[in-house]
């Protein structure tokens, strides 16, 4: 399977305060690259979030805001890249509310869910959220709720399902953004 899997954090529960992201690239089933950066964004920091994700407003005094972010990984959304996360429809709409922000027009791209795939995949899980799945398929999450260490997590479940399963029953499972 060639895509990129993707992960957001955001400072607040308003989607278009993304404080950090990471991109990871695979190509035959291998992860091949990798991007992680901090974002500096135009909303407030909740408690809540920070407490999750361990970022404050000072890590990102120095930081990108998004449109800067933007330019350089634009390139890997495109009608026919898929792109993979998980609980993908809170990543899409920080995406989207994040580029509509800020004026961008959102990308079309394709889009998995590996929280939905691992539903249909391991119904005895007694959850799906990602250090679930992950412990379940022995994939290392080292930082749980840190981006990048989540998209690699999240990558390398949808790996492990296409080797387990085949391609075939995660094709059902794409949706058009």
Do not use: C
């Not at 991109?23 to 991007?35: A, G, H, P, S, Y």
């Not at 996360?85 to 869910?113: K, M, Q």
């Amino acid at each position: 399977m060639n895509f990129v899997a993707m992960d957001f954090e955001t400072a607040s529960a308003q989607r278009h305060s993304a404080v950090s992201m990471a991109l990871v690239v695979v190509r035959d089933n291998i992860l091949v690259d990798e991007f992680y950066t901090l974002i500096k964004p135009e909303s407030y920091f909740d408690a809540r979030n920070t407490k999750i994700h361990g970022i404050t407003e000072a890590d990102v005094v120095d930081a990108p805001k998004f449109p800067e972010v933007w330019e350089q990984i634009k390139q890997f959304y495109t009608a026919n890249q898929l792109v993979i996360a998980h609980n993908a429809p809170f990543d899409n709409g920080v995406l989207r509310e994040t580029l509509g922000h800020y004026g961008i027009s959102a990308p079309h791209y394709l889009s998995l869910d590996t929280v939905r795939t691992s539903r249909k995949l391991y119904p005895q899980l007694p959850n799906h959220k990602l250090n679930t799945v992950a412990d379940a398929l022995q994939i290392d999450l080292k930082h749980h709720h840190n981006a990048l260490d989540d998209t690699v997590a999240a990558a390398r479940i949808l790996v492990t399902q296409a080797e387990q399963f085949g391609v075939d029953p995660l094709k059902q499972l794409v949706k058009v953004i």
